[in-house]
T-cell receptor
Framework: SQQGEEDPQALSIQEGENATMNCSYK?????LQWYRQNSGRGLVHLIL?????REKHSGRLRVTLDTSKKSSSLLITASRAADTASYFC??????????FGKGTRLSVIA | GAVVSQHPSWVICKSGTSVKIECRSL??????MFWYRQFPKQSLMLMAT?????????EQGVEKDKFLINHASLTLSTLTVTSAHPEDSSFYIC?????????????FGPGTRLLVL
């Protein structure tokens, strides 16, 4: 079963703009991870944030985690056409398999 | 980093035939591997957990007699879709945890696209 929801389900922005995607989940977690998936391709791991962390950066990516609200956000700054993909959050409870959200389809228009 | 491979990357078969998909951890041992299925424009749904040397654990709604999982070694798990039908057409992705080094990291294979005609 799926852990939670991402919103928006789809997002279309102009190149250079920032894109923000949100993820909510239901249970306590060990960590939360964000993945990217280009159409018809495999998953690319973007970033992992642990339950005791509140914010993490990686290049143009910024992830926040609010465990009290059971939510996380992924911000992509200065978006590029190559960022067009589906983005999924996945919650990790430890040794159990990752549980994925429904994903956000991002389109960056050049 | 750790690598997980899948073979084949895509397969087209006739309805009623069986298809085997292999998942290998290339540079680490995985006592547990996971099989996910993804339909177009949807998320990954966990199908089953594959345990080395024992029976797989299936998620609710997944037919164990249709999706046969064998985890014969610490580096290989196979998923066999038996008597495949068009509704089984999907993207199948396996993953494994490298508990020997970084237990929190789950590595994903590149996926296998199955089209049943």
């Amino acid at each position: 079963s799926q852990q939670g929801e991402e919103d928006p389900q789809a997002l279309s922005i102009q190149e250079g703009e920032n894109a923000t995607m949100n993820c909510s989940y239901k249970t306590s977690i060990n960590n939360l991870q964000w993945y990217r998936q280009n159409s018809g391709r495999g998953l690319v791991h973007l970033i992992l944030i642990r339950s005791n962390e509140r914010e993490k950066h990686s290049g143009r990516l910024r992830v926040t985690l609010d465990t009290s609200k059971k939510s996380s956000s992924l911000l992509i700054t200065a978006s590029r056409a190559a960022d067009t993909a589906s983005y999924f959050c996945a919650t990790d409870l430890g040794v159990t398999p990752l549980v994925f959200g429904k994903g956000t389809r991002l389109s960056v228009i050049a | 980093g750790a690598v997980v491979s899948q073979h084949p990357s895509w397969v087209i078969c006739k309805s009623g035939t069986s298809v085997k998909i292999e998942c290998r951890s290339l540079d680490f041992q995985a006592t547990t591997m996971f099989w996910y299925r993804q339909f177009p424009k949807q998320s990954l749904m966990l199908m089953a957990t594959s345990n080395e040397g024992s029976k797989a654990t299936y998620e609710q709604g997944v037919e164990k007699d249709k999706f046969l999982i064998n985890h014969a070694s610490l580096t290989l798990s196979t998923l066999t879709v038996t008597s495949a039908h068009p509704e089984d057409s999907s993207f199948y992705i396996c993953s494994a945890r490298d508990l020997g080094v970084a237990g929190e990291t789950q590595y994903f294979g590149p996926g296998t696209r199955l089209l049943v005609l």
